[in-house]
């Protein structure tokens, strides 16, 4: 019955979607079951998080067919902690939700298709079959889809066309890549295919078709050079919406990354990886470089998604157990760390009237503790110690030196010292520097609603625990960056004694 | 790496029996930042007099300190677990070295915290000043007393952190933020390079515990990476300490309140890469490159900073260069890594923090009390601020090297150092000898120029300061008169203790404060001579020095700083046009391109075969297959609109036989039912939509494109003959035939895979059906209040 | 015939990929809607041909004799059409979104999210 | 023998069936204009795929299939003719040219497009009183002749 | 299935073949928006002949349901095209200047 | 699309698209048909309702906003993951109960049919849901005005 | 008892009678049930009062008319592939506005339908107040023919079938 916590979060998510679809015409109780949803899942990845750490891997064959012909559900520590983050991101951002968004914006579908999103996400941490995970991506990407366009300005218009667009083209070479594979392989079993895919023939094929797969996965993940959408939309919708975004969107295409290339294809790792290097290396500067090119807050943001997001895939292209267990690292830390900045950003502009940098100013002044709120988060993401950023980067950063690769290394800390630029800049900006329209222009932090404040201190707060007592976390990614460096366990706990 | 045991002095007290398992020395670390933490409440409570609580703190740690100073000659060990699995913890030592700096900080730290009570007095910002500053005083300590690599940083980088928010304490100022800016990004470069070096020095030595490190002698030097280490390192303490060409950010810095400047800028934190310098003597100087860099860019900061204190009129600015200078000095001092060296830096340390931070504070008084710095608008305070003039007269006198100051003792053991590296280093004796002159004049200009003379405008309202800012200084200028005449209350305990520690064997120090009247003894005289004449040039014709050599001379670091800063926005910017135009057909281009040229290359990675098996095809096939290419080609060229959508239905149709020629009924039906839908739907969307006239199709870089598309379609075509050469592995659909109907009871396979075996998949799906109506939904809402 | 069917995918992914280059929003989803058909085609072929026999079991039989069509690429396939008729629905109706908001389906000319010229040294 | 006969039937019906579908084809290709060319396509393809339907219901002789292709032959004769009028009608509306061989048309000037109503001829409007008209009566096209 | 009947089909197939070709040749002439969706119409019906000659080949009834449900649902999409066709008309109705009339939906 | 013929037919041929959507989810686990079928012709004579009658008329047909029936789809497909658990059976086993109801014939009831039904409802919800909104659309009657 | 329904309901009545005689109730019994009930009933109509009860002249109608109905396809079909297969295309099309008598909806649309599978001719449209049905016709070189065949052929047919 253990297999009921690896699908609960989904039963959750799904449930809870209907639930809200059919209170629509009834905002307060919509409002009520999205929250109460949004809880339960997140005890129920606290539930699977505890079963998994407990009890080690929890597969599932769902329908009760032996895998690989069924679909399997397969939860190990990786699966479980993401799963976990993901709730937790998915609460904070509800609740930030609350007060800001309007009746319009709830009468545009804003609960069901969150939770959409939420069951998306998860589903793809959760799942241990290729064709599901691209299932779990389109739920996913389908519910982005909507989510981006309430609010209806036109800058979000525009964003979100380029977002659809490109990210359609990611669907359909994912599917592309599922279809080689699985013409090669005949199975879509994780599993399964790590225990075929040595025995393919026709190697030049495989690695082409792996290929595929990594841009399909690079370019969910916004990674060297297939970002583009990321930049242009993730700026424009509502605040939680884009906060969710940040911290979840590009990550699961990490995710897919980190599975897909510890998993399944590391029959030739010097090239598969070697390019996941070099990917990650350029998406660190040009995406640090963005961002110091932009000077509107949730677009200084959105290019630092990207720059970070070089980091993860660093972990994974180094492929040591070190840089793995930082890449894991890293993806906890990010996605905390980023949905709070996109939140804070909402924030700061709510108080003084815009995310411009220009337009505003003043916040030191008048909201010393939204201060202190945005610092933690900001010089976390530039891997400032010992907030919880700097043990992601000095495990990268050592992991690339104990590999003699030393400009990576040197690419990593050159983009974190561009980020704290960045994160200055708004610091300067938004904080120091007086609004231009004279002292009172920013208003205080009373000024906004307790339901957005929060999921900011609770966020910030768990960037700064997992700073100040690393350990357990340290622990937690390197079991997870353990079980993820030997597949055989894996296959043996999906497939058991099947050959 | 080499043994941990053998050379080295650490291993001859046997490391691990000097472990103490008490939190000692981890308290003197973390009790200022909970007074930080603590600060905006006490303000809140006791305003200003807030100050006196917190100064409690380093007082006690000073105490505390001043009666370990015998246990520091063998050092004190201290670890505490942070982050085991990274081999991160929270270890100290307080060896000789430590507790010089240790004592500088708490010491100084208590006499700030209570000038800067005054100095702030009624300043809306106090419990923020406060927060910053103690959580300052905590990280510094914690800078000295580290000795785990990975802590080390993490005290080093939250001092910059700390003098980001004080410098840009007036954050209303844009020269403030500006300089904080440029302080946190210079050592903040500084201390990512550190960051690798030490990184690579662990690795190295397979020990993030510094003692371990530094233990061992110099093994390290004959690593491969010893010169990049070395270099790293090096980055991150010049960043620190401010030496050429990174020194820019510290005159900048003196847009800090003065306390800070006082503490900070003067007395501590630059000088951490100093300290790390030091520290890390015993492992990696000694070498020729250590020399050469430490000795040559010491030198040149030395003499720099004093000449650009000559060409200020800002008392901050001033007095901030000769800090610059003493930088360089103690970093020269560090070069040959020979003791008499080691002895003077120690010495020099203890003297500058003295009587520079009595000079910050006493020109914090001028300031604050005469409402400017500027030396071209002060004089005459003498008389209305005695006490003030009187500290800064007495620190002159050690800044100045003349006798009865502690600055004597100094310069003696300077002169020392020098002597000992005449042969090789003729050149920079003479730097050091004119260092020493344009010091002896910044010395008067400093004491003489703010307080003689005919009171100036603001000297006629200006009071002396109160009590707790005269307290600093006072204290300061007068130990530095007391250890001047009594060299051996510090010799041993503190400059000798030092000196072992960073010599890795046992120093000791014998001060003697008037030798025999040899031709040393006239050349420091003949410096004081040519310093007074100096001064006396100054008075006459420092504008016009300013005047002519500012140009020239006018802080080409400071400039580069704002040349990197404009390349760096054109550079992002640059790259950003490049990456981001705006376009999505560009975008699009660009990753059809990137996928379809990575995946061709990996395609040449290994054994590639192709199935071009051909089996003859039924009439109905190639008529089907001809059809659908066909209309694909249609709909690509075609120039009205429902051309390309009946083409595209077409196409649907096509596909739709394709799956029924080959066993798929569900399927076609599926596809057929699908593209009707869709043409009712495009047909709703169309009617609202301008048509193809309006994009003409000379705008698209057609061969560029084309080539793009051909290449796309090609590498596909590929990869589906490259799968279809290998076996088919038929197991699941075996056994999908075998258990559909036994197991699942369904006769329709498909169906039976659809909503039994993979029926996960089935329920994703309807959920993306589901959510993309609702998505439809919302995205119409923005339509229809685009219309309101 | 799976060799004339890879290579009436690849002109069809070939097609499409000209489609969706298009700064014609309408053109670039019909690109899609092509693409879409030729993976669909692609995966349907990659699980290997076979002729006339769909995998339905008799109804009085318990399996199939002989050799049946594939019926997991049949599956996937048949999930992949519905969701990509998903995600066709809601592009159209954002295209006509996109012209209701922005007055032009062309995508050079929705310049709302990334201002021409608004990155400034 | 029933053996033989059925297979003749099925041989004739398939080739009828696919030669009416021709017919139509060749019909849509060959015919001059846009409303011609719906007459091939509306009763030779519905005829084509009647047919086809009959051979199926022959050749596979269970029941359940017979109900279905009687069921589908029952849907083509239903929605082709629908599909036809409408596009006919919008073809009409539109204006497309017919050919010149165009004899008559007495439905020129009936539409009303803003309106979007399609009158009855001028004779039969001003006449509207009477709610039975008789069988024979003459309709005389106002637009009559070559267009 | 007897030879003579596996040739009938033969030729069926043949004969739907170039009907194939004939309507997507009509489809790519045009020259007006209802000649395409003629066009569109007889090949879905084509489609559908094809669907029961298949039938007939595979004696597998399943492709009776596909030739069904087409028979059914193909004129949906016939009536979609010729509401639009009949929009195209209504707005060429209002338009002061109207493209011409092979462009008549741009 | 006001035309009486169209009207007339389509009186006649929703009702038998409808018939036969229910009998392709009925029969689709056996033979070509099943939820997404059965939902997409019920959907096209819903579509068919709304190009003649408009959509008011469809959206009677339907009895609930489309985006609610799709959610009471979803709801009756994640209720047929559920009673797998009652007898200790992982996520989503189909669970059978085969009705005899005499004579041999025997009504084959189960959670995949269950499933299937919710899949039929959420596509027919979907899908109406774009197609009704892009159907009222107040442009609709404006349509071809630029 | 002259209602269709009510006499449908007989015959179905008979077919289960039939079915329960043999035992089965295969499709192919249902369906010779049914043919025979009917047969039956048919023979029998006498037995009941009044005129020929509307079920049988109903069917009957049906099964004619939809035999005519069948010729005429037939017909219209070859008379298109004479035209098309012919060298030269000698049709003379034009619109034709037919007077209706037939009221109802169903009526009016049925033979709309009808018209447009039946030789040369095509439905258009029908006039807003229903009194016009517009044809379009492929041979139209006698629209008088053409008028009266439509009327006398098709609508006659029909109503008789539904009324
Ligand atoms: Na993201
Ligand atoms: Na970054």
Redesign the interface.
Known sequence: MSGWYAAAPLIVAMTTAAATTLAHAMPRTQRALSLAGAFALLAASIALMDAVWRGGMIVVQSSNWDAPFGITLAVDTFGAVMTLIAAITGAACLIFAIPEIEERHRRAWFHPLSHVLLLGVCGAFITGDLFNLYVWFEVMLIASFGLMTIGGTKAQTDGAVKYVALNLVATLLFLLAVGLIYGMTGTLNYADLSRTIPNVGNTGVLTASAMLLMAAFGMKAAVFPLFFWLPAAYHTPLVSVSAVFAGLLTKVGVYALMRAFTLLFTHDVGWTHEILLWVSGLTMITGVLGAAAQSEMRRILSWHIISQIGYMVMGLALYTPLAIVGSVFYLVHHIIVKANLFLIAGVAARLTGSMELKKIGGLYQSAPLLGVLFFIPAFSLAGFPPLSGFWAKLILVRAALEGREWWIAAAALVTGLLTIYSMTKIWGEAFWKPHPEGGEAAAPLAAAPAAMLAPIVTLAAMTIVIGLFAQPFWIVAERAAAEMLDPTVYAAAVLGGLP | MPGLSGEGHAADEGLEGRFRSGRAVLTVVLAPFVAAGAAPLLVRLLGHRASFVLALVPAASFLWLVARTDEATPGILESTPWVPGLDVALDFSLDGLSLIFSLLISGIGTLIVVYAGGYLKGHPMLGRFFLFLMMFMGAMQGVVLADNVVSLFVFWELTSLASYLLVGFESSKPAARRAALQALLITGTGGLALLAGLLMLANAGGSWRISDLTGAGSWIQDDPLYLPILILVVLGCFTKSAQWPFHSWLPGAMQAPTPVSAYLHSATMVKAGVYLLARLDPALGGSPEWLWILTGIGGLTMLMGVVFALLETDLKLVLAWTTVSALGTLVFLLGPTHEPGAKAAMAFLLVHALYKGALFMAAGNVDHEAGTRDLTKLGGLMRVMPVTFATAALACVSMAGLPLGLGWVAKELIGAAKIALEDEFGITVIAATLTNLMLFCVAAIVAIVPFTGKPTEPAEHAHEAPWSMLAGPVVLSSLGLVFGMAPNLVADSLIAAATTAVMGRKATLDIVLFKAVDWKFLLTLATFAAGAVLFAFWRRSAARWRAALNPTLDRGPDRGYDHAMAGLAALATWQTRIWQPGLLHRYMAASFAVVTLAVAASLARGDVRFNLSFDGGRLIEWAVFAVTAAAGLVAAFATTRLLAVTALGMLGLGVAMIFMLFGAPDLAITQFMVETLVVVILALVLIRLPGFRLSSRSDRPRWLYGSISVGTGAIVTLLLLGVLAEPFDPRLSEWFGATAVPDAFGHNIVNVILVDFRALDTLGEIIVVFAAALSALAAIGIGARARR | MEVPLALLIGLLTGVATWLMLSRNLIRLLLGFAVLGNAVNLLIFTAGRLTRDVPPLVPLDAEAIEGAFANPLPQALVLTAIVIGFGLLAFALVLAWQAYVRLGTIRTDEMREAEPPGEVKP | MIEVVTQLVLIVLVLAGSGFALIAAIGIWRLPDALMRMHASSKSGTLGGGLLFFAVAIGVGEFDVVVRALAGVAFLLFTTPIASHLIARATYLLGVPRDPSQVRDDLEGRYDLNARVCQAPADVVAGASSPVRGADSPSTGTGGGAA | MSAALAIAIWIGWGMLAISFALGLARLVVGPHLPDRIVALDMLALTAICAALLFALVSGSSSYVDVALVMALISFLSTVAFARYVEWVAFRRARQADPPPLDHADD | ?????????T???AP??LM?SLF?LWR??????????GG??A??AI??QG?AFGPEVARRTLVLP???L??????V??IA??P??LV???????L?LKLDLGDGAIL?L?T??L??I??FL??I???C???L???E????DQ???? | MKRPASMFAINLMLMLAWCGAFGSFAPWTLLTGFLAGFGVLYLTRRVWDGPEPQYFRKTIAFVSFFGFYANALLQSSILIARQVLSPRITAQPGVIAVPLQAERDVEIAALAILITLTPGTLSLDVSEDRSTLYVHAMFLDDPDAVLHDIKENFERGLLEFLR
């Open positions: 699309m006001n035309s009486l013929i169209l009207r007339a037919a009186r006649v041929l038998m698209m036969l392709l689709g686990h056996n033979l070509p048909g099943g939820g997404f079928i997409l012709v959907t096209s579509a068919l190009i489309p985006a609610v799709a959610g009471v789809g979803l709801v497909a994640v993951t559920l797998a658990g200790e059976l992982p996520f989503f086993t189909g059978w084959p189960s995949p049919l499933f299937d919710g899949v959420v596509v919800g979907g899908v849901a774009i197609l909104a892009l159907e659309d107040p442009e609709t349509a071809g005005e630029p």
